[in-house]
């Protein structure tokens, strides 16, 4: 199993908005038929950052799912909210389970 972590920085005074459209960008993952990301909010370093973790069986069907949640519009709609609240382009890590 992988984890596909994301931090999102969002631009001064735009934060809560960010919640808000990362927190409906998971659900319509989830209802999409994507693994749902779990979204959490920073306590420390960048005011406001948002990170999420989507688990994946492996890096091949994560792969595998970005053309097609890209074709998905009713995700990337929402992701054409948040690109221009962030203060850059976010951060992905892709961590592998070993326990």
């Known amino acids: 199993m992988i ?3 994301r931090m999102y920085l969002p631009k001064p005074g735009t934060g809560g908005k960010l919640m808000a459209l990362v927190r409906e960008a998971a659900v319509e993952m989830g209802s999409s038929g994507f693994p ?3 979204v959490f909010k920073a ?6 950052t948002v990170f999420t ?3 994946w069986d492996s890096i091949a069907s994560y792969e595998e799912s970005r053309d097609a949640v890209r074709r998905t519009e009713s995700i990337t709609s929402i992701f054409d909210g948040i ?3 962030l203060a850059q382009t976010h951060d992905t890590q892709i961590l592998e389970a070993i326990e």
Not at 43 to 48: E, F, I, R, T, V
């Open 43 to 48: 306590w420390h370093g960048g005011h406001g």
């Open 53 to 55: 973790d989507q688990e």
């Open 3 to 5: 984890v596909v972590r």
């Open 36 to 38: 749902r990301p779990r």
């Open 83 to 85: 690109y221009p609240l």
